[in-house]
């Protein structure tokens, strides 16, 4: 499998991200069950890990046996960030400990207006 170079829609500094895949092979859904992925987020892709975000997350359950896999940035780790563009990516590391970037590409952050939770 190869990756996929995409650039995300933008996101807003200081929400909650959801990222959904869905994961297939030469067409046919695969089962995700206990891969993990990881999304990280670097102003220069030379920097060390973690960058200026990462998250990790294991599918399982039937959303997993779909292929279905939700990456979750929560306000937290968002919130730090500045207001820019980034490089990121996206890597599947399956069962058998095979590691491959599915998606790389630029997201642009920006200023989220409200500041305060209400």
Same mark, same amino acid.
């Given at each position: 499998?190869?990756?996929?170079?995409?650039?995300?829609?933008?996101?807003?500094?200081?929400?909650?991200?959801? !990222?959904?895949?869905?994961?297939?092979?030469?067409?046919? !859904? *695969?089962?995700?069950?206990?891969?993990?992925?990881?999304?990280?987020?670097?102003?220069?892709?030379?920097?060390?890990?973690?960058?200026?975000?990462?998250?990790?997350?294991?599918? *399982?359950?039937?959303?997993?046996?779909?292929?279905?896999?939700?990456?979750?940035?929560?306000?937290?780790? *968002?919130? =730090?960030?500045?207001?820019?563009?980034?490089?990121?990516?996206?890597?599947?590391?399956?069962?058998?400990?095979?590691?491959?970037?599915?998606? !790389?590409?630029?997201?642009? =952050?920006?200023?989220? !207006? *409200?500041?305060?939770?209400?």
């Amino acid at each position: 499998m190869s990756f996929t170079a995409k650039d995300l829609n933008p996101l807003v500094r200081g929400d909650d991200w959801t !990222i959904k895949l869905v994961v297939s092979s030469d067409g046919a !859904i *695969t089962n995700v069950t206990n891969y993990t992925y990881t999304l990280t987020l670097k102003s220069n892709v030379d920097d060390p890990d973690p960058g200026d975000l990462q998250v990790s997350v294991v599918p *399982t359950g039937p959303d997993a046996l779909l292929g279905v896999v939700y990456l979750n940035a929560p306000k937290a780790l *968002t919130t =730090v960030l500045e207001a820019r563009t980034y490089n990121y990516d996206i890597q599947q590391v399956d069962d058998s400990g095979n590691v491959q970037t599915l998606l !790389i590409g630029k997201v642009k =952050v920006v200023k989220d !207006i *409200t500041r305060t939770v209400i």
